[in-house]
């Protein structure tokens, strides 16, 4: 590989883009290549650069807006790897709300800097659940309108789309998935993959490796409709320092998440989109991560601690349309149940609670 290659790999909040990306990133070390991170959010405080840190590979985090909106940050952010690690592979996940990626991130970047790197197709990786439903195959809540329109949009522009977790179907269903999205979006190449059970990954890594993106007319996008739907969206990053007698932090930290999922549980109009948490013991270099994707989903440990602890970094990041207020809140009380329960104190680090500015690119190259 002469060229750094740079790939973007995108996907709705909660499609497993951090971990594809970290399975990703081990396979082309695997290969005697050097890999750069580089992680992205409409704020700071994210669980996925703790996780995408923890793994060794160099890693930059864009906070502050999607990498359309933040292209120099996004060059800037690339050029601290090249300074770190001089990179053979660029891996850069964005925010999972964003759409329009090609024309506002890969069309500027190989019209300023195809000198400079290699632009892999653009893959969007998909959950197959919400997938289904958001195609009509299966019941089930699902987004409103106006964002599903920025999750069909995503679909729409993407080279690879990339049905992830397919342990999660049966073979009918993924087949019928797969051929439904084939049919749906024909410009687009689909395949199917897990990468928590790293199935299906050769095929799709190949691809990132070797192929061009299509260099497709630019897609029509109704950016008010876009905004609108972003909007929608509640945003909640929290981290706090958390200390106290000697504690399971694998347990206080799935606990915590499935209080906050019972809390919204309640109510009938929010659609939990990805809630996230990690605790980091301020020794050594363990890590708990859990999740829960979907309002009807359960809270999964990614990565346990080995031991007990008494003082760490507690994060935990929401997303889901709804009253981000109402998301902070649930969070809030959610970790005085737990402090209480495991006699721990909190310091808050950060806080923030919020809904996405309307998107304002900084390019938007019309092809």
């Given at each position: ?136 195959l299966l019941a089930g809540k699902t987004f409103s309108p106006k964002v599903n329109y920025i999750y069909g949009k995503q679909l729409e522009e993407a080279d690879l789309i990339v049905v992830n977790k397919k342990e999660l179907l049966d073979e009918q269903s993924l087949d019928r998935l797969l051929k439904t999205l084939s049919e749906r979006y024909p410009k687009s190449e689909v395949l199917a993959a897990s ?173």
């Open positions: 590989m002469l060229t750094p290659r740079y790939i973007m790999i995108g996907g709705f909040l909660g499609a497993g883009k951090t971990t594809s990306m970290l399975k990703a990133a081990e396979h082309f070390s695997n290969k005697g290549l050097k890999v750069g991170l580089i992680s992205n959010d409409q704020s700071q405080g994210l669980v996925d650069t703790s996780v995408l840190s923890s793994s060794g590979f160099a890693t930059e985090e864009i906070a502050g807006g999607c990498f359309c909106c933040r292209f120099a940050s996004l060059v800037q952010a690339s050029e601290n790897l090249d300074r770190q690690a001089r990179p053979d592979v660029y891996l850069a996940e964005p925010v999972g709300s964003c759409t329009d990626l090609v024309s506002t991130v890969v069309y500027p970047l190989e019209q300023m800097y195809g000198d400079r790197y290699s632009i892999a197709p653009l893959s969007v990786l998909v959950d197959p659940i919400r997938a289904q439903r958001f195609l009509g990468a928590r059970n790293s199935e299906g990954l050769t095929e799709w890594f190949s691809l990132l490796e070797t192929s061009q993106n299509k260099n497709r007319p630019t897609m029509d996008v109704d950016y008010e409709v876009y905004a609108q739907g972003e909007a929608l969206l509640g945003w909640v990053n929290m981290s706090w320092t958390i200390s106290g007698p000697e504690f399971d932090g694998n347990r206080m930290l799935v606990e915590l998440l499935e209080s906050i999922h019972d809390r919204l549980g309640g109510h009938p109009q929010i659609s939990i989109a990805h809630l996230k948490g990690t605790i980091v013991p301020d020794q050594g270099n363990d890590l708990a991560v859990a999740n829960l994707v979907r309002e009807d989903g359960q809270v999964e440990q990614a990565y346990a601690l080995v031991e007990g602890l008494s003082q760490g970094e507690l994060t935990v990041n929401l997303r889901a349309e709804a009253d981000p207020q109402v998301l902070s809140k649930a969070v809030e009380e959610s970790l005085q149940k737990s402090c209480q329960e495991f006699r721990l104190s909190a310091t808050e680090i950060h806080s923030s609670a919020f809904r996405p500015l309307p998107p304002t690119p900084t390019h938007r190259l019309l092809r």
